[in-house]
């Protein structure tokens, strides 16, 4: 992530309660990427690797081929595959030309053991759309 970017973080509702430190380091362990419109970001039943935050654009959530959520700037996916290892229990897929955060498995580690605050808001989205996702 370029640098100066904190402040964009501090609009993300994960890491809204951040310090400047804690944004700092965190802008440093995210790698920024582009993503043209139509490209599957996750695919349903495929390991997953990354994590990933929305800057910019939008996508589609689909389970067994519904569509079930759109997501945009601020939303974040992938943490229930980084975290337990499960396969991706939803395929995405990028509606416009989009702007991704993403983290790697060792990265996305480092962010949870540095931030408590963070790693609660982590954990308890990936439970909630644990739970959304039995509706399904």
């Known amino acids: 992530m370029a640098r100066g970017t904190e402040n964009k973080l501090k609009e993300i509702s ?3 309660e951040c310090s400047n430190k804690e944004l700092k ?5 995210l790698t920024q990427v582009p993503i043209k419109a ?10 997953g690797r990354e994590f990933m935050i929305i800057v910019e654009g939008q ?4 389970k067994d081929g519904k569509v079930i959520a759109t997501l945009g700037p601020g939303d974040f996916f992938g943490e229930l595959a980084v975290i337990a290892g499960m ?3 939803a ?3 990028a509606d416009t030309d989009m702007v991704i955060d993403a983290l790697n498995r060792r990265e996305f ?4 053991d540095g931030s408590p ?13 644990l739970h959304d996702s039995e509706r399904y």
């Open 59 to 62: 996508a589609t959530v689909r």
């Open 117 to 129: 605050k963070i790693a609660k808001k982590i954990l308890v989205g990936a439970v909630s759309r």
């Open 87 to 89: 396969p991706r229990n």
């Open 14 to 16: 994960i890491f809204s």
């Open 91 to 93: 395929t995405i897929t």
């Open 109 to 112: 580690s480092s962010l949870l």
């Open 25 to 29: 380091s965190i802008s440093g362990l």
């Open 38 to 47: 139509g490209k599957v970001l996750t695919k349903q039943g495929e390991p």
